[in-house]
């Protein structure tokens, strides 16, 4: 069944499957206009909805991300059934305090300089859309639920499927 989330629901929604589920498929627009995809570990998600990611300054995606911001965020956790797409507009933040108000200790495996790192910086992803896909039921509900649906030649319910409108 497909819901809409307006506003403070779907910041809510937003808010708490990033969080939750955490890592994603980060997709920029390369040079040559393919899409390049890497997995990336989400920092925050702020109360207007923005998602914050750290990464080097330097590297492909923040380049990518910078010159051509339209990116899209694949978040998957398919031993919980649950799924996002995001769509949204990326920047790159240098900002040092920002930096140090959303830095983790966890981060020195990537970063050793910490918040001095001189390569350091934030990408900031404006959510565009966002859409969901969230099933609270089990595995074994699911392969059951799949299997009545093929023997009684019904539809599938795939659990809950909604847009988000920021």
Known sequence: MEKTLRY???????KAMAEDIQFCMFCTIGYNGQISSRPMTTNEVDEEGNIWFF?????EV???ADQKNDVCLAYACPSSNDYLSVTGIASI????AKIKELWKSAYKVWFPEGVDDPELALIKVTPVNAEYWDSTSSKMVVLFSMVKAALTGTRYDEGEHGKLKL
């Not at 990464?55 to 590297?59: A, F, G, M, R, V």
């Not at 933040?93 to 040092?96: A, E, F, G, Q």
């Open 55 to 59: 990464t080097n300054k330097l590297s």
């Open 8 to 14: 403070e629901a779907a910041f809510k929604k937003l």
């Open 93 to 96: 933040v240098l900002d040092k």
């Open 62 to 64: 923040s380049i990518e």
